[in-house]
């Protein structure tokens, strides 16, 4: 099993060994695969040379990579039969068997595993490099992407949060002149004069020691405080996309065969040769030694143990956090916005790696409602604006958190949560999951959210728990009291996992007093009123239409009102042993009736048998009707769940 291990000296005649070595496992796939041995293939061939940047990188660096990465992940520590493992998609490859060949990744190797959507993975970078800014740690982080994802707008967000923050980053981006089949020429920004060209270092990416001079100048730059380099490789892909691709299709044979050329391994092969390093007799002996431990190394993996279906749902989530009393006295009065503030306050101080990020949450601002008010004055190294780009909110969360930080970040409102959702679907919610626990992302993303305050209008006024609910993942809780509130959100922060907590606008200004506080697992449902006829169960907002719908009914019927509080993992026991009393079953909620998180509740209820024989009557569910929410309040109150959609929601179960 050969590899060359970072920080060793660049030797060209190793380095050319490497180089022919990640050629001939593109090549040993791309002949199973004819076979009908596995079933897909992303190549390197053309993108070797850039495997040199490795000998530039110390053990605590972070690499980013792109799925052409093949010979850089060699040279960073990973092995032939590591990435034999991943092509065949076995148990103990680095996904187990979860992700494509060439998405590579290694906790231990500080590899961060790679996303397919291109472009996913440069936030998150400078989320990592903001972390070891902050943390005063030497180290860079080198985040690699193809030339066509440099139109992606996360590519310009990154790079302008890198310099921004003068982070030791270096981006490379491996130009090799197409997207698929689509020249890229007229689309890069550089030569679309975009890219500010002081951050940028050209680099003929076909001849390793350029490479490598030119990463050793980045990273030294970044390590002493320089900020940013954007690496622009210019180099060949010497093969088609994929497996899936032809580039005869849409190449010219003389343009295939004048790149042919240009090849890495054979520039560097001419240059040793010409040098007297290296002669044909002895590139040959390399090439046949390759030939025969590529061979082994791929019979060796196709005998390896395959997933189990069994484990299809592990590494989903982590251990469930620990329920802690939060920093909150009992019998004070208080609100959630107050509630919250206490709580990011004791975090704050407790934790210097807990750190605040979002829109105008530092002081005198402190929020747009008031929930940071003070904190950036007490903790100015942790409490922090972002700019209005709510991609580096998430995919900074991502970064920091893989880095070993614990982001708390803000969005201004759940309705803006769009143009982060890249970040939420490809990196938050499955980064865990795609690498078997390997790396994780435990963090709190929170948003106020909700209606029930005219004049919000459709982005100021949604509740969006259902499309965070539907991602597999995340947590996700909305409180409706200040020590619940409190209590989730301490929870939150002490948990493993990505934690959504959305705080129900309409009520988190209500002052309540604090009868008790306990610890707020996530997952626990609370009681808050009993009754013997109807369960009526709901969370955020609707507890007051709740509330209010019992206190109408009483003399007429015993309403039990459960507030959920955590959405996911939702508390179903709790539910179960009230209907088990009452035999019927309301659900309120403020999300849009269709695919809203209300009727995955009824469904989970009347799915299993012994459930369903509790019912006397069918379940109900009140929800906002399934349009915006408009600006007139005319529009919004017509839309949302009312207090008499309610009580009739009740009358029909006591039919």
């Given amino acids: 099993m050969s590899t060359i291990s970072a920080n060793k000296a660049f030797n060209k005649i190793d380095f ?29 061939l053309g993108h070797e040379a850039l495997a040199s940047l490795a000998f530039s990188m110390r053990p605590g660096d972070y690499i980013f990579p792109y799925y052409r990465s093949r010979a850089l992940m060699l040279a960073r520590g990973m092995t032939n039969r590591d990435l034999a493992l991943a092509y065949y998609a076995k148990r103990d490859s680095s996904s187990r068997g979860r992700q494509m060949p060439g998405h590579f990744s290694s906790r231990k190797l500080n590899v961060f595993s790679v996303p397919t959507p291109t472009g996913a993975n440069l936030i998150p ?36 949060f890198a310099v921004q923050e003068n982070l030791p980053v270096v981006i490379m981006v491996e130009d090799n002149k197409y997207g698929i089949s689509t020249p890229t020429e007229k689309f890069l920004p550089f030569n679309l004069g975009i890219i500010n060209p002081e951050i940028v270092t050209h680099v003929n990416a076909r001849y390793a020691e350029q490479v490598y001079e030119a990463g050793a100048v980045a990273f030294e730059k970044a390590r002493s405080g320089g900020g940013p380099t954007v690496l622009w490789c210019d180099l060949d892909r010497l093969g088609s996309h994929t497996s899936s691709d032809d580039h005869r299709v849409y190449r010219d044979l003389e343009e295939i065969e004048e790149m042919q050329k ?19 007799d002895e590139f040959d002996r390399i090439h046949q030694e390759l030939v025969k431990e590529v061979d082994e190394d791929y019979q060796w993996a196709e005998a390896a143990e395959d997933p189990r279906a069994e484990d299809v749902e592990a590494a989903n989530f982590g251990e469930p956090a620990p329920a802690l009393k939060p920093p909150l006295a009992a019998g004070q009065k208080t609100t959630m916005v107050q509630a919250i503030n206490q709580t990011l306050r004791k975090a704050l101080e407790d934790d210097p790696k807990v750190i605040v990020f979002g829109e105008d949450i530092e002081d005198p601002k402190g929020g747009v409602f008031g929930i940071t008010k003070g904190l950036s004055s007490e903790f100015p190294k942790q409490v922090f604006n972002a700019p209005l780009a709510e991609a580096t909110i998430v995919g900074v969360a991502v970064g920091l958190a893989a880095y070993g930080m614990k982001p708390v970040f803000e969005l201004q409102f759940v309705d803006f949560i769009s143009p982060g959702w890249n970040q939420v679907v490809t990196n938050l919610s499955t980064l865990r999951w795609r690498t078997f626990g390997d790396w994780k992302c435990p963090c709190v993303i929170y948003a106020p959210c909700g209606a029930y305050l005219p004049g919000g209008s459709l982005w100021h006024s949604m509740s969006g728990e259902g499309y965070l609910a539907h991602t597999t993942g995340l947590r996700v809780a909305m409180p409706g009291a200040p020590e619940d509130a409190a209590g989730l959100f301490w929870t939150a922060i002490h948990s493993d996992d990505p934690t959504f907590v959305l705080v129900p ?57 459960i507030d959920i509080r955590t959405i996911v993992p939702c508390d179903y026991e709790t539910i179960t042993r009230s209907v088990e009393k009452t035999g019927r079953l309301v659900v309120v909620f403020e999300d849009n009736r269709t695919a809203g998180f209300g009727q995955t509740i009824v469904a989970e209820m009347t799915s299993v048998p012994e459930r369903w024989n509790l019912f006397l009557s069918p379940p109900q569910v009140v929800a906002r009707k399934d349009v915006p929410i408009g600006f007139n309040p005319i529009y919004e109150y017509a839309a949302l769940p009312s ?13």
Avoid at 262 to 280: C, M
Avoid at 549 to 556: D, N, V
């Fill in 125 to 160: 970078a400078c989320g990592a490099a903001w972390g070891m800014k902050l943390s005063n740690d030497p180290s860079v982080a080198l985040a690699s992407v193809g030339d066509a994802a440099s139109r992606q707008g996360e590519f310009y967000e990154a790079v302008s």
């Fill in 505 to 561: 606008k309409h009520i988190f200004r209500k002052q309540a007093e604090v009868s008790s506080v306990d610890p707020v697992p996530l997952g626990k449902a609370k009681v808050l009123r009993e009754g013997a006829d109807v369960t009526l169960v709901t969370y955020g907002n609707c507890t007051e239409l709740a509330e209010d719908a019992a206190r109408q009914l009483e003399g007429e019927a015993g309403v039990e009102i």
């Fill in 643 to 655: 207090v008499e959609d309610v009580v009739a929601a009740i009358r029909v179960t006591m039919e």
């Fill in 16 to 44: 050319l060994r490497l180089m022919m070595l990640s050629r001939e496992g593109d090549r040993r796939e791309g002949i199973l695969l004819r076979q009908s041995k596995g079933w897909f293939q992303v190549g390197g």
């Fill in 262 to 280: 240009r090849d890495p391994i054979l520039l560097l092969k001419q240059e040793l040769i010409a040098s007297g390093e290296l002669t044909e």
